[in-house]
T-cell receptor, first 112, second 113 residues
Framework: GESVGLHLPTLSVQEGDNSIINCAYSNSASDYFIWYKQESGKGPQFIIDIRSNMDKRQGQRVTVLLNKTVKHLSLQIAATQPGDSAVYFCAESAVGNEKLTFGTGTRLTIIP | DAGITQSPRYKITETGRQVTLMCHQTWSHSYMFWYRQDLGHGLRLIYYSAAADITDKGEVPDGYVVSRSKTENFPLTLESATRSQTSVYFC????????????FGPGTRLTVL
């Protein structure tokens, strides 16, 4: 599959460990945030989202944390598996903006 | 449930030729989008559409044309392809609002020689 970003930040994690992927945003008006996963050769896939009236939201093996004070978003993946290897990126939108803004992504590599 | 599909998946063309990339969604989503993804740039919005016959420019619209005569289809045309348009193109859709969760197609890898 094609590479989506040779200069992406990378994170290597041992299989079975927890992963934390971070995302910073700059717009204080941002009120909706989404994490996407993109495997090699595929389109981005929705993982989890959170609105600005929440600090934390949990899904299956994933948790998103939102810190509005420092404009920081994180994705935690519990007990990482080989299938978690992918590029992860956040997207955000603000009230009055008709578009999502995507980050450039972090490449997560799982070490067997 | 087919979801959102793109065709072709791979395309090689020459500079100056016209190319049309197809996007089809089966959800009756209102919004549809075209993005390009390049090394070091992430996803950049080319054009989007709020409904049939309503389209608007995104971040990088130059050299592209879109139309949306039916809700389910959103073709992207490169009127005269250039090498700088070599990229992976993704189509996406969202249900009601542009800022709803967007669901992406599998992508079209376009190479312009």
């Amino acid at each position: 599959g094609e590479s989506v970003g040779l200069h992406l930040p990378t994170l290597s994690v041992q299989e079975g460990d927890n992963s934390i992927i971070n995302c910073a945003y700059s717009n204080s008006a941002s009120d909706y945030f989404i994490w996407y996963k993109q495997e090699s050769g595929k389109g981005p896939q929705f993982i989890i989202d959170i609105r600005s009236n929440m600090d934390k939201r949990q899904g299956q093996r994933v948790t998103v944390l939102l810190n509005k004070t420092v404009k920081h978003l994180s994705l935690q993946i519990a007990a990482t598996q080989p299938g978690d290897s992918a590029v992860y990126f956040c997207a955000e939108s603000a009230v009055g903006n008709e578009k999502l803004t995507f980050g450039t992504g972090t490449r997560l590599t799982i070490i067997p | 449930d087919a979801g959102i599909t793109q065709s072709p998946r791979y395309k090689i063309t020459e500079t100056g030729r016209q190319v049309t990339l197809m996007c089809h969604q089966t959800w009756s989503h209102s919004y549809m989008f075209w993005y390009r993804q390049d090394l070091g740039h992430g996803l950049r919005l080319i054009y989007y559409s709020a409904a049939a016959d309503i389209t608007d420019k995104g971040e990088v619209p130059d050299g592209y044309v879109v139309s949306r005569s039916k809700t389910e289809n959103f073709p992207l045309t490169l009127e005269s392809a250039t090498r700088s348009q070599t990229s992976v193109y993704f189509c996406a859709s969202s249900a009601v609002m542009a800022t709803d969760t967007q669901y992406f197609g599998p992508g079209t890898r376009l190479t312009v020689l």
